[in-house]
């Protein structure tokens, strides 16, 4: 059976400078995407850890604490 890629990837990430180094570099064509297209959801880290673990994100930036609770959704 071949796995469904979606056209648009929901991607959670925080304000913090870390984070915004790598939208920055998306948001303004400075890597190449490679075709994919992504929609953003700027939230807060505690957020991002919570919908995480709703699986809610197809990508998201997560705070190390709340990786053992999605590892087994999640790849880092």
Known sequence: MTKHIPDRFTLGH???????????AMAENKIDLRGYR???RLEDIQ????????SELHISAISIHAYPYVAHKYAL
């Open 38 to 40: 992504f929609d953003h």
């Open 47 to 54: 957020t991002l850890n919570e919908r995480a673990r709703r």
């Open 14 to 24: 925080s304000p913090d400078p870390d984070d915004a180094f790598m939208f920055y």
